[in-house]
Structures are given as structure tokens and as C-alpha cells.
């Protein structure tokens, strides 16, 4: 009797679990679903810094312009432009019948709003610099000593925006491609006030798409913007963005059909790098040894060639990382802008690389200038798994090669930064991933001789970037850059570049056009289709 | 009662001062900003200043503690760091449903396995389905939550394809988390239940019923089952902080948008507001709870008063 | 009245040694060995208690004679499956599973064993001295005892490994903080019951010392609530070691506990699952065997509680 109830009782449970029709069927019919692996906090233009937020509002927004599949940005709000003679002026004229989402025209005016917002003291997303370092009175307008009419962003009419820079600027256009340079309605900004951007109704879209729903845990969804200008052109209609904070719960969701498109760990690299769906990419990233000049061992300029040179890189990238990570043989990341005849790591060249026997020599060389072959060196690194991985692959390299032992000293990230900016280190791994594709971006850091720059002064680089700075011959400018990258790695010595982080990932088979970027907005889901 | 009442409300509040206070101060010791250190550091001045203001962290520590205690006290839990703009109340309250529906789910698949089971184990002594419980009872508290979460996820979510293996868009996506986190509660439920089941089994009035010629099931439904199933509810005090716990993992193996996840997202992310509201939260929630179980208990069982004496 | 017969000096005083004032025919068996005499008989609990010393065994020595190191790399056997060589096979970076495992297993024993010391010392001291003093120290004890319940212990534990380094020694510490207070509210409630108890008075009234009757009567009438206690604080503590490193804010690589283990298995349970297996298969292995160990105790010392 009390058997049948109970089997009666899971036959209810069984059917209970099977009668509710699958939720996930709806999401299978040509959905593009990506998943992130955090959460996407906040969409609020000035106050967004993670790559999440950036990929939801690239897909909504629209700025001046849009890049396209080979990083290099195409008009997309702007319809045409000028750039003055002195290359210090630029003049933007904004497509005809624009609108936000909501039917407003989007206006000159609009962009002119966001940008100062984004100068302004009200900004919290650390990018005011990506601004404030180009144009005219940005930086004194956003240390408060100058008022916002003297900045060099002005509305000429409702179609045409006048930008002054400080410099001559040949990548302008591709910092226009970043979020922090997109519109935002003013008036529709005035209406909600602090509650801007927080819900998916207290946003009006200028991109492809709009947002339907948005929490910050879950996602955002897609469905495609009927007031987009270029809205022919943009053939998925319905996309998802989902939080999925476990790698390993969002491979099961990609295999499970979730998910168009998912990013893999190293491990699963290694089982998937055959397979049709398989794709990877560099990240304009680099990871490097950071070295303190002022440092009695490592000082030593023989030092630390000889540690440079005392790295197989290759065996770090395809054995350790193995996640489509490429050797770091110098600085700028591959694939970064060079002129028309290739990257600017083509051009430069290896400014470092793997040699035992010179690393050998250099450190003879060193160990006699030294007096004695030091007992011990200490190597600083952040305490993420990625890094104490490369402090330990460096320890047993320097150990192996040179008799070189390494002591590592693992902090927080935060705890690294404070040792390095207070002095208190010898060497140091460290990382900086490009905001714009220009090797500018790396170059520039090297020039203030601050402790956390290892306190390199040398007025033969400071005069190489001031040049460049200045430059408005373009081949000039670069040439500019090569010799200072070959000065700061393979003369100086003051960096040794270890690898250049690369991402893999799954992309289902149907989906098509789906463009990873390795900088600035990480994809577009404008142009991508379903096959 | 009521007076008995007022002294456990009393001791709540008093360890949750003692919680904010122990939990504020640690936060403050912690190294750095409590915003992303290189984002922070190339702030401009007034940047860094406006930021700082607005979070109320140009005061001393001592003045920012009386402040957060006075806004606390009129329901203020301050604002997020990392969720710009938003409210840490608001925060907290947007992420209660799922792991409300999933601890309640868990709790009642945990309660109806396990009364079933540990009724069948006390009333089959010694049989096979007694063993069968033991092995499941103890199993259930042995396999961590998380080996479960996951090994559920890849089997039944995506070898099987019968569930969903994760997301929050439908019911159907709660249910593996709910299975996953009952576990521990269906294995603590049938065991305790046996045991009850057997000391009453044991009673005098029991054999009285059976010499009366009492059909089994009627001594079991109408005598034993009913003595010994209220016990149980004193249990959901040490259930409730497993489900709670246990949230912590489960919720992001399946992306489920809750409070546990939250809690571990805002310590990575040092988003210091909502970690204090988080831990007042399930402070307050756990020792509700407990509260609760021991009113309740109070209530069915007229044997225990909680106005005299002591509980030893 | 007097009763000529029977006169006072027909009594004479026996005189009896101290020691045989308690003499027991039988041989004298000891709660411990009594203990043992029953828990012997329940085969589950023996099977358990093998397991476990087996574990331990391996815990110390395999990592000591076996050819690799924990953190040795490989980059030639990436993922190795289960093979001669590494019997366990190999992990993301080629270390030996086999070594890691058991190292594993040491640092979770190692959890383990200061929590359940911790139990013993500050819990049963904290608990005894509450019962014995009485009066107002016991007052206050237990308002301390009361406000340290009310606090969800995982959630103390992260904060306290938020603000400082990860570590052994910082969960150790974190897990101390309200470790101890189950126990001390047991031994406390044991106490009190044993000291109002009929055997307690016959002490007294046969003239026993207070001192005596602490160390005699009381101490070991609480041995087993308290052994049966420890046995549930080390699964516990194996546990949250296991779930803090799990979610990602407790140790981390290169040092290998079960749960740092368990978390990178689950990255790569899909193409190789053994990696996941093992580590998994040892943590249940050892809290089955405490929980069944524990259960075993408590029916052995604990007769009322015999089902």
C-alpha cells in the first residue's frame, strides 16, 4: 500500500520535472548567444572599465565610428571628415536622419555631452586619460581650472562636431571606436538622471541593437534597432549576452547548444584545437619582466640581457599557457598597427629571443662587472594562477640556464603595485594591455622614470617619443617608435617581453561573421549572420 | 512568551552589532583602495576626490563607522561600489528570488526524500531499504555540494540533455540546483527521521496499538509516523546554513543570478557595501530561522516551554 | 528495652583496604576498552577505521616515495591518463595526480587535525570551566557562547580570509574563531548533567574530593560526547577547506589541497574526467569514513543510543 504511494509519489515528481515545456528551446531558434565570464556591473558610460560592459555597449551604441573585421575603424555615425592641414584638427559630420531609439535625431550635441561627462571629475572608469591626453584643455578641464567651453570637442551645428588635439594624433579615429566616445542622449540623460543606464528602459540606443532586458548577474538581450541607420546590413535579429562566471559550466552550456560562441581555458584548448569550430586570437596584451634599474644586481645591464635571453619563451606559450598565447619576442603585441607593409612587430623584428649561449656570456659579463655572482634574486608577481605560472616557469629557466637562483615573492595585485611604485623590488612580472592600436600606448609609459617603470631616464628615448608625439609624417612617427622599442628591449634591456596573451575560442558552425577584436570593444555582433 | 521573545530579538540585535562592527573594521584594514588599484591611481585628483566622496571614505574611521551604524539603522545598507549608482538594499533585494525558490525547493525535496526514506528505514529495521537509506544518508552529507553540482550538471544537463544546464530564464532551470543543495537536507532529514521513528517504535502505547489488532499501516500512519515527525522541524536551523553555504558554489556552477554568487563576486571584487549588507543579511536570516524553529517547536510540543528554566 | 541478648561487643568492625572499597569481580574494563570491545563488533565502523588509517598512511609516505614532486612539471605527459608511470595520472602542467592527491590529503588532514585539537583544548576547557564555576562566570560564558551561534560560521570564515593572506594558516585561524563552540556548549551541558547525577552523589557521599570527582567521575563520563563530537569538527573542517579553495578564495596553486584539486578537475571534467575523479573519490572517502567512524563511536560509548 505505502510502496504503490510512493512510487506514485516519484511518478509525480518524474512527470512534474517533464510535463514544463523546455525554456530552452526558445533560445536554440537563431539566437547569438555569448557568454561572458563576469558580471556586467554597470553600463554607465563613465563609470564602465570592464571588457563585459564594453561588449554589451558596443552592440547598442555607436560612436563616431565602428571597427570593422580587420581592427581599422569605418564611419559609422560620422558620414565623412576633415583633418586640417597641421593634422590638429578634425571635423566630423554626422550622418543625415540619425535617431536614437526612442526617435530623437541624434545630434552633434549629444557626443559633445557624453565626452565631457567623460572629462569631467563625475567620471569613475579611470579612461578620462584616453581623452584628456589628446584634446585641448581636456585635462585642465578635468582638474577643474578650465571651464567646458574652452575644451577642443565643439558642436559647430547639429550635424558637425569640431575636435582640436594637443598633438598630431593618426590613430584619433580608432580611439573614436571605444565607448567612452559614444553619444548619450542629453535630454533623455536629463529625464532619468542618476538612474541612467541602469535598467534596459532607462537607456536610449544609437547601435544595431537594442536591450530588452539587462541584469547585471544574468545578461543582456538583443533585439535588433528599427531607427539604426545601417540597419539592412545588421541580419541577426535577436542576441544574448550571458553571464556564465564558471568556465566550465559555460563549455557545458556551448555544448549543450546554449551558446554560439565560448571562450576556452588552456585545457580545453588542448582537446578542441582541432576541431572546425576552433579559432584563436592575440590580445593586444603583453606580459613582461619589469626590472629595477636601480637595483645593485639587476641594475647591471649584462644582468638582465643575459636574463632576457635565458627565456624559451615558445616552451612557456605551447606547454604551460597553452591557450593560443604567443612568445613575447618583443613589446608591442603582434598584429599591431605597423604602416602598409606589415604589422609593427614585422617590422621591428625579434628585439629579444632565446639564446643560452648569450645568455651565458651576458651573465659572465655581469657576474665580473658585479664582483660576484648573486646568491638569490627576488622575482615579484601578482598572485592570479596565470602569473605565479610564469614565476614559476622563469624560476626554473633562470635556474637551468644561467645557475641563476630566483626567490619568488607572490602579493596581491594590489600589494604588487605598492611594493613597485614605492621602489621596494628587484624584478617584477607585470602586464599592460594596448587601449588603442597604436604602439604608442606601450611606448609612452617608459618616459616619466617612475619606480614602477623601473626608473628609466634616457633622453634618447624620452627625444625618440617626444618626436613621435609631435611627428606629422606618419613614416617618420613609426620609424620614431621602432628605434625606441629596439632601445627600451634590445639595447636597455629594461623590459624582458615574455608572451603575448592569446584567447581560443569554440564558435558554432552556423554562425558566421562574428568579429572578435583583441583591443578596445571585444566583438561585433552587427555584422554576423546565421548560416 | 512574548517576554521570551523580546530577549531573543534582543540577543539578535546585539550579535549583529557585534557582526557590522567586527566585519567594518576588518574591512578597513584590508591593503589598498577598495577601488581597482591601476584604475584608481590614474584618476585625476579631483576625480579620485569626487569618487572618494561620494562613498564616504574622506572621513575617519571611527565617524564613517558611526555614520554606517546610523544609516543602518534607518535601513540604509550605503551604496555599491561596483554596481554604480545602485543601492546595496536594492542589490541584495534584486538577487533574493532565486535563491529563495532554490533553498525552498531544496528544503522540500530534501523534507518529502527524506521523510519517506527514513519512515521506510525505521519501519523496514534492518532490511535492505534500511541499509539503503544509511548508505544514502551518509553519502549525502560526504559528497561535497559542489562535486554533486557539477557531476549533476555534466551528466543530467548536458550528456543527458534532460534539464537545462544552467541560466535563470525558466522554472526548469531550478531545478538541478534545488536537487543539488537538498541533498545534504534529505540525507540529515531520513536520518534523524529514523531514528525518531525507531525510539517511538519502541513505546508502549505502540505495542498497545499492535495488541489491539491495528492494522500496520494504521499504527504507522496514525501513531508513529505522526510522533515522530514533528522533531524534524528542529533540524531546519543546521539545514537552512547548509542550503546557505551551499549556495555559495551552486549558484555559480549553474549562473544562477543569487545571493550566493553575489556574496562571491563582491569579495573578489572588494565591493566592501555589499559584502557587509550580505553577511547582516544571513546573519539576521540564520538566527530568524532558528528563532523561528524553536517558537514553532515550542508550539506543537507541549513539553517544552521556553519560559522556565533553562534549555540544558 | 534492651535486648540482652545480641551485646555491642558481638560487632566488630571489618576493616577493608581502600582499594577494595570498589572491587569488581570481573576483570575491570575500561570505558576505552569497553569502547572498543563493541565498536569491534560493528563492522562498518572497522572497515571505516581502516580506510582511514590507510589514508593516512598514504598521506605521509606517498608523497615521500614517490619519484615525483607536487609540483614538478611535465610538459611531456600533459593530461596523462591514468598509466604506469603516473597511476593517477597527470594534470594541466603534467604534475603527478598520485603525489598531488596525497599531498592533498596531507594539507586536509592537516585542517583537520588542528581543528579537532582546537575542538579539544579551548572547546572542552571553555565548556568544563563554564559547568564547574557556575553562577555568574557561566552567565556570562554563555552570553558569549550565544552571540558566537548566532553567527553563520562560513561567512565569518570568508571575511577573515579576505583580509588576510590565503593560506594554511589563515584558514586554520579563520576556522578557529567559532570552531570550538559546538563542543564547548556539549562538554558544558554533559557536565551539568553528569554533576546532578546519582553517581556523582554516592561519590560525595563516599567521601570523594572534588578534585577527585572532576578527574574521576566527570572527565571520563564526557570522553565520549566529546570523541563522538571530534569525529563530525574533522569532516567539517576538511569541508570548508575544500569549498573555500573550490570557489576560489581559499589555497591556491602550486599547493595542492582536495578542494584546489576538485576545482581544476571540474575545468576539465569533459575531456579528462580522471583528473576530477580521484581527488573527488578521496575527499568522499574521507568523510564517509569519519561520519561511519563517528556513528560507530557514538553507538560504542554512548549505550543509550544503540539502535
Not at chain 3, 280 to 307: E, T, Y
Request: proline share 4%.
Amino acid at each position: 500500500m505505502l510502496k504503490k504511494r510512493f512510487t506514485a509519489f516519484l511518478l509525480t515528481l518524474a512527470l512534474a520535472a517533464t510535463a514544463i515545456p523546455a525554456g530552452a528551446a526558445e533560445a536554440s531558434d537563431q539566437v547569438l548567444s555569448v557568454a561572458v565570464n563576469a558580471e556586467i556591473k554597470t553600463l554607465v558610460p563613465w563609470a564602465a572599465s570592464e571588457e563585459n560592459a564594453f561588449l554589451v555597449t558596443n552592440q547598442a551604441q555607436e560612436g563616431l565610428f565602428r571597427m570593422d573585421a580587420e581592427n581599422k575603424p569605418q564611419p559609422a555615425l560620422c558620414d565623412t571628415y576633415e583633418v586640417s592641414d597641421d593634422k590638429l584638427t578634425y571635423t566630423f559630420h554626422l550622418r543625415d536622419g540619425i535617431k536614437w531609439s526612442n526617435g530623437d535625431p541624434i545630434t552633434a550635441g549629444d557626443f559633445v555631452f557624453s565626452w565631457l561627462k567623460q572629462m569631467s571629475a563625475e567620471a569613475t572608469n579611470g579612461y578620462s586619460f584616453i581623452m584628456t591626453d589628446y584634446i585641448v584643455n581636456g585635462q585642465e578641464y578635468s582638474e577643474g581650472t578650465a571651464e567646458a567651453d574652452t575644451v577642443g570637442v565643439k558642436a559647430l551645428d547639429d550635424q558637425t562636431l569640431e575636435v582640436q588635439l594637443k598633438n598630431p594624433t593618426p590613430y584619433f579615429t580608432n580611439l573614436c571606436t571605444m565607448i567612452m566616445f559614444f553619444p548619450v542622449d542629453e535630454a533623455f540623460y536629463e529625464s532619468v538622471g542618476d538612474q541612467y543606464a541602469l535598467a534596459p528602459d532607462s537607456m536610449v540606443y544609437s547601435g544595431p541593437f537594442t536591450i530588452t532586458e539587462y541584469d547585471p548577474a544574468v545578461g543582456a538581450t538583443f533585439v535588433k534597432n528599427d531607427n539604426y541607420w545601417d540597419k539592412d546590413n545588421v541580419q541577426i535579429s535577436n542576441a544574448k549576452v550571458r553571464v556564465m562566471k564558471d568556465a566550465a559550466a559555460a563549455f557545458n552550456a556551448y555544448q549543450a547548444g546554449e551558446l554560439s560562441y565560448v571562450k576556452l581555458d588552456s585545457a580545453n584548448v588542448i582537446a578542441n584545437q582541432n576541431s572546425e569550430e576552433f579559432s584563436q586570437t592575440i590580445d593586444f596584451r603583453s606580459t613582461y619582466i619589469q626590472f629595477n634599474l636601480t637595483d645593485p644586481v639587476v641594475g647591471n645591464v649584462n644582468m638582465r640581457q643575459a636574463i632576457s635571453h635565458a627565456i624559451e619563451r615558445e616552451a612557456l606559450t605551447g606547454f604551460i599557457l597553452a591557450d593560443g598565447s604567443a612568445p613575447g619576442t618583443g613589446l608591442i603585441a603582434d598584429g599591431m598597427a605597423g604602416n602598409a607593409e606589415g604589422t609593427f612587430r614585422e617590422l621591428n623584428g625579434d628585439v629579444t629571443s632565446f639564446d643560452v649561449d648569450l645568455a651565458k656570456e651576458y651573465y659572465d659579463k655581469a657576474v665580473a662587472e658585479l664582483g660576484s655572482a648573486p646568491a638569490e634574486v627576488k622575482l615579484l608577481v601578482a598572485d592570479d594562477s596565470v602569473s605565479k605560472s610564469v614565476a614559476t616557469f622563469l624560476q626554473s629557466e633562470l635556474d637551468k640556464n644561467l645557475g641563476l637562483k630566483v626567490a619568488i615573492d607572490t602579493k596581491t595585485v594590489q600589494g604588487r603595485s605598492e611594493l613597485m611604485d614605492s621602489n621596494n623590488y628587484q624584478f617584477a612580472v607585470t602586464a599592460w594591455g594596448a587601449d588603442y592600436d597604436d604602439a604608442m600606448t606601450y611606448l609612452d609609459l617608459w618616459t616619466n622614470g617612475t619606480p614602477y617603470r623601473g626608473n628609466y631616464t634616457n633622453d634618447d628615448y624620452n627625444a625618440l617619443i617626444a618626436d613621435a608625439k609631435s611627428q606629422t609624417d606618419d613614416a617618420v612617427r613609426l620609424d620614431d617608435m621602432l628605434q625606441a622599442e629596439k632601445l627600451l628591449v634590445a639595447d636597455d634591456a629594461v623590459v624582458a617581453p615574455i608572451f603575448h596573451r592569446g584567447s581560443a575560442a569554440l564558435t558554432k558552425s552556423n554562425v558566421k561573421n562574428l568579429i572578435i577584436h583583441p583591443i578596445g570593444v571585444p566583438m561585433e555582433f552587427k555584422y554576423a549572420y546565421f548560416e | 512568551m512574548v517576554k521570551y521573545i523580546l530577549k531573543r530579538l534582543l540577543f539578535i540585535f546585539v550579535t549583529l552589532w557585534i557582526i557590522v562592527t567586527c566585519t567594518f573594521f576588518m574591512m578597513k584594514q584590508l591593503p589598498g583602495t577598495p577601488f581597482d588599484a591601476e584604475r584608481f591611481s590614474i584618476m585625476t585628483p579631483a576625480q579620485q576626490e569626487s569618487m572618494l566622496e561620494m562613498y564616504g571614505l574622506n572621513d575617519p574611521v571611527p565617524v564613517q563607522y558611526v555614520k554606517y551604524i546610523g544609516n543602518i539603522l534607518h535601513g540604509d545598507l550605503g551604496t555599491s561600489f561596483s554596481y554604480v549608482n545602485q543601492d546595496v538594499g536594492s542589490v541584495i533585494a534584486g538577487r533574493l528570488k532565486p535563491s529563495a525558490l532554490i533553498g525552498l525547493q531544496a528544503v522540500l525535496i530534501g523534507l518529502a526524500i527524506g521523510l519517506v526514506l527514513g519512515i521506510l528505514a525505521a519501519w523496514k529495521h534492518n532490511s535492505g531499504i534500511d541499509y539503503l537509506t544509511m548508505i544514502l544518508a551518509v553519502l549525502g552529507v560526504s559528497v561535497p555540494n559542489f562535486v554533486a553540482a557539477a557531476l549533476l550538471q555534466y551528466y543530467i544537463g548536458l550528456k543527458w540533455g534532460i534539464l537545462p544546464i544552467g541560466f535563470w530564464t525558466s522554472w526548469n532551470c531550478s531545478v538541478l540546483p534545488s536537487i543539488a543543495l537538498s541533498f545534504s537536507a534529505t540525507a540529515m532529514v531520513a536520518r534523524f527521521m529514523r531514528t525518531e521513528m525507531l525510539d517511538v517504535l519502541d513505546q508502549d502505547y505502540i505495542v498497545t496499538a499492535r495488541a489491539k489488532g491495528i492494522s500496520q499501516m494504521q499504527v504507522l500512519m496514525r501513531h508513529a509516523v505522526k510522533n515522530s515527525i514533528l522533531p524534524v522541524v528542529t533540524i531546519l536551523g543546521p539545514i537552512v546554513v547548509n542550503l546557505m553555504t551551499g549556495s555559495l558554489a551552486v549558484e555559480n556552477i549553474y549562473s544562477i543570478p543569487g545571493i550566493g554568487s553575489l556574496f562571491v563576486d563582491c569579495i573578489k571584487a572588494n565591493d566592501y557595501p555589499v559584502i557587509m549588507g550580505i553577511t547582516i543579511f544571513y546573519a539576521a536570516f540564520y538566527m530568524l530561522v532558528v528563532l523561528l524553529v524553536d517558537l514553532v517547536y515550542s508550539m506543537i510540543d507541549p513539553r517544552i516551554r521556553l519560559t522556565k528554566g533553562k534549555e540544558d | 528495652m534492651r535486648n540482652e541478648a545480641i551485646e555491642d561487643s558481638l560487632f566488630v568492625k571489618v576493616k577493608v583496604k581502600a582499594e577494595e572499597k570498589e572491587h569488581i569481580a570481573a576483570p575491570a574494563s575500561g570505558m576505552i576498552a569497553d569502547a572498543w570491545l563493541r565498536l569491534r563488533k560493528n563492522k562498518a565502523a572497522v572497515v571505516a577505521l581502516f580506510i582511514l588509517i590507510a589514508i593516512i598512511l598514504l598521506a605521509v609516505f606517498a608523497p615521500v616515495f614517490s619519484k615525483y614532486s607536487f609540483s614538478d612539471t611535465d610538459y611531456g605527459s600533459v593530461f596523462a591518463q591514468p598509466n604506469a608511470d603516473h597511476i593517477f595520472g597527470a594534470d594541466q602542467f603534467g604534475r603527478d595526480m598520485w603525489v598531488r592527491i596525497w599531498m592533498g590529503t596531507r594539507i586536509s588532514l592537516m585542517i583537520a587535525a588542528v581543528a579537532a585539537v582546537l575542538d579539544l583544548v579551548v572547546g572542552v576547557l571553555y565548556g568544563a570551566v563554564s559547568a564547574l564555576l557556575g553562577g555568574r562566570v557561566d552567565a556570562v560564558m554563555q552570553r558569549i557562547i550565544e552571540v558566537l551561534v548566532g553567527i553563520p560560521h562560513l561567512i565569518i570564515v570568508i571575511l577573515f580570509l579576505m583580509a588576510f593572506p590565503a593560506g594554511v594558516g589563515t584558514i586554520i585561524a579563520a576556522l578557529s574563531i567559532t570552531g570550538w563552540v559546538n563542543m564547548a556548549r556539549l562538554v558544558r551541558a554533559e557536565i551539568l548533567k553528569l554533576k546532578s547525577q546519582e553517581f556523582v552523589m554516592a561519590s560525595q557521599v563516599l567521601g570523594s574530593s572534588k578534585f577527585y570527582i572532576i578527574m574521576k567521575d566527570l572527565i571520563p563520563n564526557t570522553v565520549g560526547v566529546i570523541v563522538i563530537n571530534v569525529m563530525f569538527t574533522i569532516p567539517n573542517a576538511i569541508f570548508t577547506e575544500a569549498f573555500l579553495s573550490f570557489i576560489g578564495i581559499g589555497l591556491a596553486e602550486p599547493q595542492a589541497s582536495l578542494g584546489v584539486l576538485i576545482n581544476g578537475g571540474y575545468q576539465v571534467l569533459q575531456n579528462y574526467p580522471h583528473v576530477l575523479i580521484f581527488p573527488a573519490v578521496v575527499i568522499v572517502l574521507i568523510m564517509v569514513c569519519f561520519s561511519v567512524l563517528g556513528d560507530g563511536l557514538r553507538d560504542a560509548m554512548d549505550p543509550q543510543m544503540r539502535k
